[in-house]
């Protein structure tokens, strides 16, 4: 696939089939993805692959929590400012207006978009899922190292077929992530990614961009 198809089509599908993931692919993938750029070369993420029975018993246990109101659990990050300025914002009030209002759910119903969120711990029916780790001692920088990290995964995902879905929504059940993968307590969940071929029939409303000139500014000689 070539570069620019991969980065125009790659988007958050919440919506697969259950058709399973080739091991193989899931792992060349991952392979090749260590190729990411970090600083001084860190490698700072540590990443943990489930699928089948792992994977369906942590959705079985995180399902249970959801449906019997468990509160989260304690942040271990701040997901976004208290306190979004414009244009941030308005950017992120619209991709909820524009997510939801595809699921015809009006703004004020409130329980019907707990619902509709509720799916992420369901890997959005995903047969395979990442989640990604990063440990506690490192800064900004390497959070950013981890982020093109990420990226790196999902663009190769295009490359074999997959698609994808970044979820920082899992951190919210970190507890319960943990007891499945046992990671090291000096490691933080940054997200889980469900990953898997797309359901045709699921929502497929693509979040729009902001203007170049809003992100970008030339400086010519």
């Not at 993931?21 to 991952?30: C, E, H, Q, Y």
């Not at 942590?58 to 300025?85: C, I, S």
């Not at 619902?115 to 899922?129: E, I, L, M, T, V």
């Not at 190769?156 to 929504?169: K, P, T």
Request: glycine letters at 8%; charged letters at 25%; one cysteine or more.
């Amino acid at each position: 696939m070539d570069v620019y198809e991969a980065v125009t089509s790659r988007r958050a599908v919440r919506g697969f089939t259950d058709r399973p993931v080739p091991r193989a692919a899931l792992k060349r993938v991952l392979s090749t993805a260590t190729r990411a750029p970090s600083g001084s070369n860190l490698q700072p993420w540590h990443a943990y692959a489930l699928t089948g029975r792992p994977l369906t018993e942590l959705k079985k246990r995180t399902g249970e929590r959801v449906a019997t109101g468990d509160a989260w659990d304690e942040p271990e990050y701040e997901m976004y400012p208290p306190a979004l300025r414009s244009p941030y914002r308005e950017r992120r009030s619209a991709f909820g207006e524009q997510r939801y209002g595809a699921l015809g759910i009006p703004r004020e119903d409130l329980e019907a978009r707990q619902r509709a969120a509720s799916a992420n711990w369901d890997c959005f029916g995903a047969p395979a899922a990442l989640f990604c780790y990063i440990d506690r001692a490192m800064g900004p920088a390497q959070w950013s190292d981890v982020g093109m990290y990420l990226q790196t995964v999902m663009l190769l995902l295009r490359a074999e077929g997959l698609h994808s879905c970044a979820q920082m929504a899992w951190a919210k059940y970190h507890r319960t992530v943990a007891e499945a993968l046992s990671p090291p307590d000096e490691l933080i969940l940054f997200c889980g990614m469900s990953i898997g071929f797309e359901d045709g029939t699921a929502d497929r409303t693509r979040t729009g961009r902001a203007p170049l000139d809003e992100t970008l500014t030339f400086i010519d000689g």
